[in-house]
């Protein structure tokens, strides 16, 4: 298949968001993402790389069956599930490439989640991000994942097996002459302004200048973002006793809030430049 014609229709940002340890709330942050996307307007396509666990694909597959069930209208993206167990990597490495130029023709955005472990496709979709965006459970233990810490200092000594893989594409990327802007969030925060907080605020302030991604807040621990699993919903939907079973709650309002930051914080205007289809075969080639 040959990559070498151009789309003359403006290219959709790529926004990947991945972490190679399961538990980070990869597929709630990708689910919110697509969803506030589609509320402000845009076009958005959604592809699940986790052919194995699908966290994602049931995520849509829910809110479909729920707005049937409720006859209400809720925004749904054009969604597609790769498998990665099938075929050779360069065959799947090519399906991805595909994948994201058909989609790309018709929509605005295209949001990626990927497994919680390395696989090739992870990797290829590290190489055509856009915006790279990576939850962040606020923990050493999840640090672990970025980097390596001082057990009697906590500062930072060296990056990760997974920062260096982002620092190489990202550099790969940059001399096609694009731009992958990486976000790591902190996610499930607590409320509590513990030491252990402290620390990883001040570790993530270190390795951010070192690795050159920005950090910003992501979603509080609660119980509500759970209970929204099961029905697809998201907590910037129409939350009313007909969509959600209940009232809307101030943990509601919250954490609509903090869904609306996390937009805010991803600076997602679409002048911003894009590798289009001969920028994603290139990186697909190369990773």
Not at 11 to 24: C, H, L, M, T, Y
Not at 262 to 282: C, S
Request: charged share 25%; with cysteine; glycine share 6%.
């Amino acid at each position: 298949m040959s990559f070498e014609a151009e789309s003359s229709a403006p290219p959709a940002r790529i926004i990947v968001v991945a972490n190679e340890k399961g538990g980070s709330g990869k597929s709630t942050i990708a689910m919110h993402i697509a969803v506030a996307l589609m509320k402000a307007g845009r076009s958005v396509a959604t592809i699940d790389l986790d052919s194995q666990q699908q966290t994602f694909s049931h995520y849509i597959e829910n809110r479909r069956a729920w707005a049937a069930r409720i006859g209400r209208e809720l925004e749904i993206p054009n969604h597609m599930i790769l498998d990665e167990t099938t075929q050779d990597e360069w065959a799947r490495r090519q399906a991805l490439a595909a994948a994201v130029i058909a989609l790309g023709r018709t929509c605005d955005f295209i949001v990626i989640d990927t497994p919680g472990y390395e696989s090739s496709l992870t990797r290829a979709a590290h190489a055509i991000a856009d915006t790279l965006v990576t939850p962040l459970n606020d923990s050493f233990v999840d640090l672990d994942v970025l980097a390596t810490v001082d057990p009697e200092t906590f500062q930072v000594t060296g990056p990760s097996r997974y920062a260096r893989m982002v620092d190489e594409v990202r550099r790969e990327r940059e001399d096609n002459h694009y731009f992958t802007d990486w976000i790591v969030l902190r996610n499930r925060l607590t409320s509590i302004n513990s030491h252990n907080k402290r620390l990883m605020g001040e570790a993530l302030d270190e390795l951010s200048r070192e690795l050159n991604f920005r950090c910003a807040d992501g979603l509080a621990e609660r119980v509500i973002f759970r209970a929204f699993f099961p029905r697809g919903l998201t907590a910037i939907d129409d939350l009313n006793e007909k969509t959600h079973g209940t009232r809307l709650t101030m943990s509601h309002v919250t954490a609509r809030l903090e869904i609306q930051n996390l937009i805010k914080a991803m600076d997602l205007g679409l002048d911003m430049p894009v590798a289009g289809e001969r920028g994603t075969a290139q990186a697909l080639d190369a990773a």
